[in-house]
């Protein structure tokens, strides 16, 4: 250890003398804290690892302490490619949200130039506007759509698909349109292209390949 030093007389540094005991006593110190800091360092380290097999801790995947990651949520999928009861119970929670928010607050009065249907569920082609629009309200009610996200829902996504649904000419047109008197009827698509139906007959007018 070099030895401290102390200007002399003549302004030249000299060794400055510490007494044996007194050294010792500093080395020691110094040996204590780098002991001290390695310790410290050996905790830090086992924290930062994983949980053992069989800890409490370990399924909890707490940031800094290891043990499997938090799962994703799953990714939304449009309602018409869902089915079985995975579609029965999200057609379920469209209509708890159909029912007591959407028409109590952006439900019109029923009238020839916006029907309504009591039985919507069963109209395809509006669950899917529904459903979307349900998603859509999802996503911009959340803090990181911004101060605007909700405005951005009623712009781009309420007032269309409104517009759509409840048209004069649209998929309920059919239906109720006066709420003294309650209506239901799917309206018939247009049949499949000629393309299609020819191609269905030329393949039924084919003799099956006999089997070996």
Partial sequence: MPEPTKPSGDGELEPVRIPDPQLEGIEASVRRLMEQSTQQAQQLDHLAAAPAPGSPFAAFGM????????????????????DGEEREDELDALSDWIDDFFLPVYGA???????WCLRWQEHDDV????HALWLAYQQHKEPEAGLSGMFVWHRD?????VAAIR???GPL????????????????????????????????AEPDEPTS
């Fill in 63 to 82: 940031p800094g302490l290891g043990g499997p990651p938090a799962a994703a949520p799953p990714e939304p999928r449009p309602i018409l490619e869902l």
């Fill in 109 to 115: 009065e029923v009238t020839t130039a916006a029907p």
């Fill in 167 to 169: 048209a004069p000419g």
């Fill in 157 to 161: 996504f309420l007032t269309h698909a």
């Fill in 127 to 130: 669950v899917a506007w529904l």
């Fill in 173 to 204: 047109s059919a239906c109720m349109t006066s709420p003294d008197r309650p209506a239901h009827r799917l309206l018939p698509g247009p049949p499949r292209s000629l393309r299609a139906e020819t191609a269905a007959t030329v393949n039924a």
